[in-house]
């Protein structure tokens, strides 16, 4: 869901950088054939993902909810020349496809594609630090997402949260289970004191967590 109005996201949508070709393909083949294909970040915030990364160098980014890999791919944009990302996907379907886009690109080689439980899967990765991670999985679970992955971020390291807006939910009436959820998550990181946060109206709301 797009928080902004259809023509403001148009104008904005022109006015950043071009979407590659590849992630082009990528976004034509989610919509024609996956379920639920709005999940999928888009041009505009997938810019944004990429100069987050461009700005930071990440030599270990973590991903938590692969889906197409087009986020992915944005992420690994800016790693630095040695760098790696490591995605988790639950979905064992996806496997075949989500290969196919990685090799279109020329960070395939950059990308570390795990599936199973999130939870399980960030335990194997003991013993990497990373500079980012990005959470975009099941949404009743960012809060734990968030706890697991917190001693794994370095300082001065980025955290990034999608949909925290949810519909807008979050800022109504609503008390079902998943806006529930997000306003539990957003208040929590709103008085954590070892980071410094903000949430950008980009899409359905993107929280950036800064850990001091």
Not at 84 to 98: D, F, G, K, Y
Not at 104 to 120: N, W
């Amino acid at each position: 869901m797009e928080i902004l109005p259809g023509d403001l996201q148009s104008y904005l949508d022109d006015h950043c950088e071009p979407e590659p070709e590849a992630l082009q393909f990528i976004n034509r083949e989610t919509y024609l054939k996956v379920l639920k294909p709005n999940m999928l970040s888009g041009h505009y915030q997938g810019r944004l993902l990429s100069m987050l990364s461009k700005m930071m160098q990440p030599k270990r980014i973590l991903e938590i909810g692969t889906f197409t890999g087009y986020a992915t791919i944005c992420l690994a944009e800016g790693l630095a020349e040695d760098g790696i990302i490591h995605t988790i996907e639950v979905n064992h379907e996806l496997e075949e496809m989500l290969k196919k886009h990685f090799s279109l690109t020329d960070v395939e080689k950059k990308i570390k594609l795990h599936f199973g439980p999130a939870e399980h899967v960030i335990g194997t990765l003991s013993t990497e630090v990373f500079d980012i991670v990005f959470i975009d999985a099941d949404k009743k679970n960012n809060l734990l997402y968030f706890e697991l992955i917190f001693d794994k971020v370095r300082s001065g390291g980025l955290i990034i949260i999608d949909n925290v807006l949810w519909k807008g939910k979050v800022y109504g009436t609503e008390k079902d289970a998943d806006t529930e959820s997000f306003r539990k998550l957003n208040d929590r990181i709103a008085v954590d004191t070892r980071v410094e946060k903000l949430i950008l109206p980009v899409r359905d709301g993107v929280l950036l967590i800064r850990k001091k």
